[in-house]
Each structure stands twice: as structure tokens, then as C-alpha cells.
């Protein structure tokens, strides 16, 4: 178990150029739980985690990961033995053959575990005797799973780990998402699919041109984000309704459609203190949410 | 017990999930001394973060549904207090059922019962919760 935050980010930021691929970001991710990085593509969700493992330098700002600053290579060097990373594009040896590759893997972690290897070898049906090169997409995803499943890391982190997965292989590696969690291992993966997300996360961040929008607990984006539908006897002022958490207000004749990440009581009650004649709350899903702060940014 | 969640509604897991066990509780699905899954295999079985599972058995232990006992998991103790909750919880929905019955005659459709019923539980819920 951990204590405090396994990855903190402060100011951290990225610029090729004039484009900050990340800006300012100040993340603060939490020991024992899943969290999930949403983002469009190109939202900044890789650079951040290629910033975080030290494969590229920030531009300014700071980071650390499992209390070890990122840049101080001694650290860093400790900490990346306790961190599994699927990258996104499954860097493999493609000369090796599945077997050959496990084998070489297993060698530089002594917290391997050949027994979980073997049963995500069937479980996954890879062949162990075909050469990585001519594995499909799919098969490649799963052998790069299996290389970090089969450790016992404290922090996985996971780059678009469901890209080129088919929905039985989805499933399977949201089962795993979910076994590591329940070992203690603190499992932090980025994603476009908001349908994976939505079910496994505890916690989600999400991220758009570089800029962390969201950083919340599913529980509470779901407790509180909601749309109300009004409907007034004459035309209402939008102005009535200004208040703090209320995101977006569309305004049509006598209807008011109100987007709020939270007060949504205070938006009612004020309501009918206007007299509405119908007052309608829906819940909104995680896919509005993100596409009404994507849309904001 | 068989449990199907909903991860698009606008209700945390959590409360699905301890809505489900109570349901099971009050249908006698779930009787008392029965033992409910390991954190671990229900977070599996429902592909949710065993956190879910945690808060949901802890929020139902608080309320005194379930037991957790130190090495051995978790279990239903359905007292008289639980069942006399069946018995108000099956009044009520007679009520609502007749209610959605009356509204139902009115020309209502069921998606706008639904949101009507949102809207007037957000509105009394501070009310509720103070007294």
C-alpha cells in the first residue's frame, strides 16, 4: 500500500515549438484506485505519460512518480522497476518469438510471476512459437499486456491499451484492469472509449489540447452534472439562471436548457420561483460530460 | 445473486450496486446468513473498480444489511428492522404503482413520469434531508 499520491504533476509542461502539447498541468493522481485519462486524440494523454516515465523532458514544471522526482536519474531509475508501462504502440522485438520475448522480459524483473505469464498465455491463446513480426494487432496488444500483467508493479500505467482489441478482448482486459486494482496495484490508463472508462474508473481526468478540464471521481461527475429542461409561461431571462456550476444555458422561445456540473437544486429552486411550468432533470452520461467541456475549451 | 448495473445512468456504481443487494435482500434472493462474493470476484464478475464493491458492502454494513466478518467475507443479516423495511419498501411501491397507473390514464408517458419524478426528488430532497 501507498501513501499520498503515486503521480503528482505540478506547472508541467510540454512545448514543441510554439504548441504546448501540455500546459500547466497539475495532476494528482491517487494510490489504490483506477483512474482513467480521457482525452480527444492528440489531447496530450501520451506526452504526459512519456513526460512522466522520463522517455522526453518537460519544458518547465515538475513531476513526480511514486514520491520519485522524474529527471533525477538515480530515482527515477528505482522507481521505473516499480512501474509497468504498455505503451501504445507495443514497442516488441518483432526477430523474437513470443516465448523468446517473455523469457527476455522475465529476466530483468524480479517480481516476476511465471505462473500469471502462463495463464495469460492461454487465457489469450498467444502462440508461443510465432515470431512477434508476424503477430496481428490484436495478439500484440496482448502479449505487451501480459509482459506488464505478469509482474507485481505498484503503479501500471496503460497508453490507449484497448487500441486494436476486440470486444472479447476488451472485456478481458478490463477484468485484468479491475484484478490489479483489487492487488493493490494502483492502475492509471489513458483512453479515448468513454464506454471502458465509464465502467471501470474511479476516478477520471480528462484532458483537451493540453489542459486538464476535469479531474473529479466518477461518483461525484455522476451525482452531480445533470441537464434541466424549463419551461416558462413567457419568455425567460437567462440571466436568472448565471450562477456558479451552471456551464451552459441554450435559450429557445419559452424553454431554457440548462447544462450544470453542480448546484443543479439551487437551478430548480430558482426555477420554480420563476414560475416554470415544467421543470425536467435528467442525469447526463459521461460521454456528454466530456463532450460539453471538450466543446467549452 | 445475479446483479446487472447500468454505468451510463447518472448514479454512481455504488448506489446500483447496494440498490441491487438490498432489491435481493427484499425480493428473498438474498436471505440472512448468506454469503455475498469477495470484493474481488464480484468487481470481476461485474467488470467494476473493486473500490465500487468496497463502498457499496461498507454503506451497506453502515446500514446493517450486511456483516463483514475479519477473515471470512461478507454476510446478509436481515434483521426484523430490515424486514419491516420490505414490508414499507413493497407498500410504497404499491403506491407508486397506482400513482403510475393514474398518471399513466392522464395520457403520461413513461420517460416523462420518469424525469417529472427526478425533478420533484431534487426539489424536496433538501427539505427531506433537513428534517
Given at each position: 500500500m501507498i501513501d499520498g499520491p503515486v503521480i503528482q504533476t505540478r506547472s508541467l509542461t510540454k512545448s514543441y515549438g510554439r504548441l504546448?502539447?501540455?500546459?500547466?498541468l497539475d495532476l494528482s493522481v491517487g494510490a489504490n484506485r483506477i483512474t482513467a485519462f480521457l482525452g480527444r486524440n492528440g489531447a496530450g494523454k501520451s506526452t504526459t505519460i512519456k513526460l512522466l516515465l522520463g522517455m522526453i523532458h518537460a519544458t518547465s514544471g515538475d513531476a513526480s512518480v511514486l514520491g520519485a522526482r522524474i529527471g533525477e536519474s538515480k530515482e527515477s531509475r528505482e522507481m521505473l522497476r516499480r512501474v509497468a508501462y504498455v505503451a501504445?504502440?507495443?514497442?516488441?522485438?518483432?526477430?523474437?518469438?513470443v516465448a523468446q520475448m517473455i523469457r527476455f522480459v522475465s529476466?530483468?524483473?524480479?517480481?516476476?510471476r511465471p505462473d500469471a505469464a502462463e495463464r495469460l498465455m492461454k487465457e489469450y491463446e498467444?502462440?508461443?512459437?510465432?515470431k512477434v513480426k508476424s503477430l496481428s494487432k490484436g495478439m500484440r496488444t496482448k502479449l505487451a499486456l501480459l509482459l506488464a500483467f505478469a509482474r507485481r508493479p505498484d503503479l501500471l500505467i496503460l497508453d490507449?491499451?484497448?487500441?486494436?482489441?476486440d470486444p472479447v478482448g476488451i472485456e478481458h482486459l478490463l477484468q485484468h484492469l479491475v484484478a490489479q486494482s483489487a492487488d493493490g496495484i494502483s492502475v492509471f490508463f489513458s483512453s479515448h472509449q468513454i464506454a471502458e472508462v465509464e465502467r471501470i474508473a474511479d476516478h477520471v481526468c480528462i484532458l483537451d489540447k493540453g489542459r486538464l478540464l476535469v479531474d473529479a471521481s466518477l461518483d461525484d461527475l455522476r451525482e452531480s452534472y445533470r441537464r434541466i429542461d424549463l419551461v416558462f409561461p413567457s419568455i425567460p431571462l437567462?440571466?436568472?439562471?448565471?450562477?456558479?456550476?451552471?456551464e451552459r444555458i441554450e435559450t429557445s422561445g419559452r424553454q431554457i436548457r440548462i447544462f450544470s456540473s453542480r448546484n443543479s437544486r439551487t437551478v430548480v429552486q430558482r426555477a420554480y420561483e420563476l414560475n416554470a411550468v415544467s421543470v425536467e432533470v435528467t442525469p447526463v452520461a459521461l460521454r456528454d460530460i466530456f463532450l460539453e467541456t471538450v466543446r467549452e475549451n | 445473486m445475479l446483479l446487472r448495473l447500468n454505468p451510463?445512468?447518472?448514479?454512481p456504481i455504488y448506489l446500483q450496486l447496494m440498490q441491487q443487494i438490498r432489491h435481493a435482500a427484499e425480493t428473498g434472493a438474498l436471505k440472512d446468513g448468506d454469503q455475498l462474493p469477495s470484493v474481488r470476484s464480484l468487481a470481476e464478475k461485474l467488470v467494476v473498480s473493486p473500490n465500487t464493491v468496497v463502498k457499496a458492502y461498507s454503506e451497506l454494513e453502515h446500514e446493517g444489511l450486511i456483516e463483514l466478518r475479519q477473515g471470512s467475507g461478507a454476510f446478509a443479516t436481515l434483521k426484523r428492522r430490515t424486514r419491516s423495511l420490505t414490508d414499507h419498501m413493497q407498500a410504497a411501491r404499491r403506491r407508486i404503482r397506482d400513482l403510475i397507473e393514474r398518471l399513466h390514464d392522464d395520457g403520461l408517458l413513461d420517460d416523462e413520469i420518469r424525469r417529472a419524478f427526478e425533478a420533484e426528488l431534487l426539489h424536496t430532497a433538501e427539505s427531506v434531508a433537513r428534517r
Open positions: 504546448d502539447a501540455v500546459r500547466d501504445e504502440n507495443k514497442p516488441l522485438y518483432p526477430y523474437m518469438t529476466s530483468f524483473y524480479p517480481d516476476w498467444l502462440p508461443a512459437d510465432r490507449e491499451p484497448s487500441e486494436g482489441l437567462e440571466h436568472e439562471f448565471r450562477m456558479a456550476g451552471v | 451510463v445512468a447518472g448514479q
